[in-house]
């Protein structure tokens, strides 16, 4: 979303800026930000409390952390060798504090809606969407059929 919103080009830093901006979409520093300050964080609890607050991973909240100037480089380093102890890592998280993954819906009524009442075709749906339209044509089916590109002749 945030390259979407934020980068009509590519530039160097714009990893870093779609990063932020997803850290302040997912997470508002004007909300978590009295967390940060708490003088027990960070720790894997407090962590593991906002993760299941916040449903990102522990590693994104402490880099948030970070990244505002809420906690020290010192205490970064301090609590990302902590979880490492406990075998936190980027990739491994404890499984107990995975949230369920959500099945969107909303997206593909919109699709459906305009497919089977407006009849759009596929191509005119996968332009409303900026999808290619093969990519399109791959993701949605309908009722057991999928949606075929309907060419104009003539």
Do not use: W
């Amino acid at each position: 979303l945030g390259h979407m919103v934020m980068h009509h080009l590519p530039s160097s830093n714009m990893e870093g800026e779609a990063d932020d901006f997803a850290a302040e979409f997912l997470m508002p520093i004007r909300e978590i930000g009295p967390y940060f300050r708490d003088p027990e964080f960070p720790s894997v609890e407090k962590l593991a409390t906002l993760k299941k607050i916040y449903n990102v991973s522990m590693f994104a909240i402490l880099v948030h952390a970070k990244r505002s100037g809420l906690v020290t480089p010192d205490r970064y380093r301090s609590c990302i060798t902590k979880m490492g102890k406990v075998g936190i890592t980027r990739l491994q998280e404890p499984p107990e504090l995975n949230t369920p993954r959500e099945t969107p819906s909303l997206l593909n009524e919109i699709v459906e809606f305009h497919a089977e009442e407006l009849k759009y075709t596929a191509q005119q749906v996968s332009d409303l969407i900026l999808f290619d339209v093969q990519r399109f044509l791959d993701r949605y089916r309908f009722a057991g059929r999928t949606l075929r590109v309907v060419e104009n002749v003539g």
